[in-house]
């Protein structure tokens, strides 16, 4: 792939998590101009909750994705890895991670 069309696909990425991100009630997203150049600001989106806390998303659109991930999770909702010298991870489509947000804003609504 071209580095030009590689940017491309990648600047796509960031920009629909973005809108999809400004979709959800009580969100509010941007995407970092330069994605990733400036080094105060080394990742993709920057988003707040509506209780205010910070949330940072790099996006990386690969020609096969996390392949570990993607054979591992099959037809579940969401994976969660614990590597042995790290964090556990969860991994998820943006869509359910999405709809995920929407219900537990409506929770908080009740």
Known sequence: MKPRSAKAKGTRLEKAVMDLLNKLPGWRARKQ???GIFQGFPHDVYAKRIDGEEVVIECKSWKHGWRT??????QADMLVIKPDHGDPMVYLSLARFAEL???EDAARMQ
């Open 33 to 35: 101009p330069g994605s």
């Open 101 to 103: 947000t929407a219900l």
């Open 69 to 74: 991930g993607d054979k591992a999770m099959g």
